[in-house]
């Protein structure tokens, strides 16, 4: 079972808003993601402080 915005906040012990951050630009993160952001022309993106909430979500959406 999936868990919820609020439950991933307090298991990683972030705000709401950055996980609904992460789970709206779910496509803009997994292309960044798949590309290593090395693509040239590439708009930055700048990196998460949050290295283990990423992996986490993007395992989660993978379920």
Same mark, same amino acid.
């Given at each position: 079972? *999936?868990?919820?915005?609020? #439950?991933? *906040?307090?298991?990683y012990d972030v705000? /709401?808003?950055? !996980?609904?951050? %992460?789970?709206?630009?779910? #496509?803009?993160?997994?292309? *960044?993601?798949? =590309?290593?952001? %090395?693509? /040239?022309?590439? !708009?930055? !993106?700048?990196? =998460? &402080?949050? /290295?283990d909430v990423d992996? *986490?979500?993007?395992?989660?959406? &993978?379920?």
């Amino acid at each position: 079972m *999936a868990k919820k915005t609020k #439950d991933l *906040a307090n298991e990683y012990d972030v705000n /709401p808003s950055t !996980i609904s951050t %992460i789970l709206s630009q779910n #496509d803009k993160i997994l292309e *960044a993601y798949e =590309s290593n952001l %090395i693509r /040239p022309g590439r !708009i930055k !993106i700048k990196l =998460s &402080d949050y /290295p283990d909430v990423d992996k *986490a979500v993007l395992d989660w959406f &993978d379920e």
